[in-house]
């Protein structure tokens, strides 16, 4: 029986002996009992040279109070579990480790002394303050980049600004040659025209035609640069009012040159009502101008309620689109028909800035039969 | 006389200066078109300094015609002077523009102009201002500025009501 007892008490010790954590005992006045190799290879000191010595050996001088409340607790027969702190080795190096002690009670149950296992965190120390580190560079690199985005986005904007206005003065100040051109070739035309003759006559003519040709395309680019910077107030738009009211103001949108109906009841939208105006009155001036020869125009309005948005339909009798021209008809200067109908190519980009400006969406199918339903789509009155 | 004050341009392209008396001329206004190039002749010309104080030479217009981008103070700047200005603060102003930049509509509107126009580009509608000028601000308009004893009843009643606040 002993034998075994013996045997296992053996095997016990070599495990304390042999484990890589410090295992230490001490008494309850602090005086170290054994060492264990793990404790030798941490703090450097054979057990010749620490056993009986006091346990404050191991405590850096700032630290001695930590001893104090250590036996307090001991006493009381508490654990200290994973208790993080530093000791200091013989060299003098100062040690991060992680300490169990618990006390060690006889067989009545008095506390007689304690044991420490000591296991040496330097590297998981190390470990965490690389991640603290790794951690900040990176919040300081994020920092940095989004500094560096707000700059070149401030510059981005400055940089489009810039344009806008240069492309707005521009576009101004072409009009004056431009009224210059045209008039004095009409001055020729009335004052001279017999001597010119009528050959003559239909060249100037045309000059003159191109001259008005090129304030229009001055004119939309205007109006598209102005759309483009102009902040805009989205707030709720009465669309059959507002409808209704573009119609009036032109001849050409009235019967007896088109016929325009607006199919009640037209849903309220979010938008901006200049905006809509313009757009609504590209999209009927070009309804009514592209249509074959002696048909006259007529064109269908109504709207959709659809999942994310209101969307109104302009349902024409023209010419049609073809499929190709389709993707980039609201691109600036496309033509999607020939000479033949004049016009310059802006006015459905018009639209799409109108309606982006808006946070909508603008798009067109062929018709049933013939012609085109163009459509924009605007975000609904929130009830 | 309402014949004898001219009607004021304020305009510095040479071109335009043509083009609109070419149009008064053949819309028949009888009233001499005087011009001035730019901002600060403008106010000059119309507060009467230096070589514009000769009124005989140089006489207070009947109405301005004022182009917005001018060098040396532009329209919005003459429009301003004038409206601040005593005693001449009621002449009627045409602005003109190359562009109807709302903007510049609104603000000219704010500091008290008459009229904002898009220049006309072709004579025809040259023409047809020129005629609207001349019938309506020249004839059917009656000017101020004519009558001295009526301007100094104006004064007086202004005075009054200032005082009375």
Not at chain 2, 114 to 132: D, H, S, T, Y
Request: with cysteine; proline share 5%.
């Amino acid at each position: 029986m002993s034998g075994d007892q013996d045997q296992s008490r053996a095997l016990l010790a070599a495990i304390v002996q042999n484990s890589d954590d410090a295992i230490i005992s001490k008494n309850l006045d602090g005086i170290i009992n054994t060492w264990n190799e793990g404790a030798e290879r941490i703090f450097g000191y054979t057990p010749d040279e620490i056993v009986g010595k006091p346990i404050t050996t191991l405590i850096p001088p700032e630290l001695q109070e930590q001893e104090v409340e250590i036996l307090a607790r001991l006493r009381r027969g508490e654990r200290l579990v994973h208790f993080e702190t530093i000791r200091v080795s013989k060299d003098g190096r100062q040690i991060p480790v992680s300490l169990t002690i618990s006390p060690i009670k006889d067989n009545q149950g008095r506390v007689i002394g304690a044991s420490k296992i000591a296991r040496d965190i330097t590297e998981r120390k190390l470990a965490e303050k690389n991640l603290a580190d790794a951690r900040e560079q990176l919040g300081s690199y994020a920092m940095n980049l989004e500094r560096m985005i707000q700059e070149r986005t401030q510059t981005l904007k400055k940089t489009v600004d810039e344009l806008e206005a240069f492309s707005y003065s521009l576009s101004h100040d072409m009009r004056a040659p431009l009224r210059s051109i045209q008039s004095f070739v009409e001055i020729v035309l009335g004052d001279c025209g017999e001597k010119i003759g009528t050959e003559g006559t239909i060249l100037l003519q045309r000059a003159i035609n191109a001259a008005q040709r090129m304030d229009v395309l001055i004119s939309d680019l205007l109006t598209f640069t102005r759309l483009s910077r102009a902040p805009v107030t989205i707030k709720l738009v009465d669309m059959e009012k507002l409808i209704r009211g573009i119609i009036r103001e032109r001849a050409e949108f009235q019967e007896p040159h088109a016929d325009i109906k607006l199919e009640p009841p037209l849903a309220p939208v979010q938008g901006n009502e200049t905006s809509l105006t313009q757009c609504i009155t590209n999209l009927l001036d070009n309804a009514v101008k592209f249509v074959a020869p002696g048909v006259a125009p007529r064109v269908r309005i109504y709207s959709e309620r659809r999942d994310d948005g209101v969307r109104v339909w302009f349902e024409d009798n023209g010419i049609g689109i073809d499929a190709d021209a389709r993707p980039r008809l609201f691109q600036m200067f496309q033509r999607a028909h020939s000479e033949s109908y004049p016009g310059t190519g802006i006015g459905l980009a018009i639209v799409r800035k109108a309606v982006e400006r808006m946070n909508g969406e603008v798009g067109v199918e062929p018709g049933k039969g013939q012609g085109s339903r163009f459509w924009f789509e605007l975000p609904p009155v929130s009830s | 006389m309402k014949t004898e004050r001219c009607v004021l341009m304020a305009e510095d392209d040479p071109n335009d200066v043509f083009l609109m008396e070419r149009a008064f001329s053949e819309a028949g206004v009888r009233n001499p078109l005087c011009r001035v190039c730019d901002g600060q002749e403008a106010i000059e010309y119309l507060g009467g300094e230096g070589k514009f104080s000769a009124r005989d030479k140089f006489p207070f217009p009947a109405v301005l015609l004022l182009d917005l981008k001018m060098p040396r103070k532009n329209g919005m700047d003459v429009l301003r002077w004038l409206r601040g200005t005593e005693g001449l603060r009621c002449l009627p102003v045409v602005m003109f523009s190359s562009s109807a930049h709302p903007s510049d509509i609104e603000e000219a509107y704010q500091l008290g102009v008459n009229a904002f126009v898009v220049k006309p580009a072709g004579i025809a509608q040259r023409l047809e201002f020129a005629r609207i000028v001349k019938s309506f601000w020249l004839a059917f308009n009656e000017l101020p500025l004519i009558s001295a004893e009526g301007l100094a009843a104006a004064l007086k009643a202004a005075q009054h009501h200032e005082a009375a606040k």
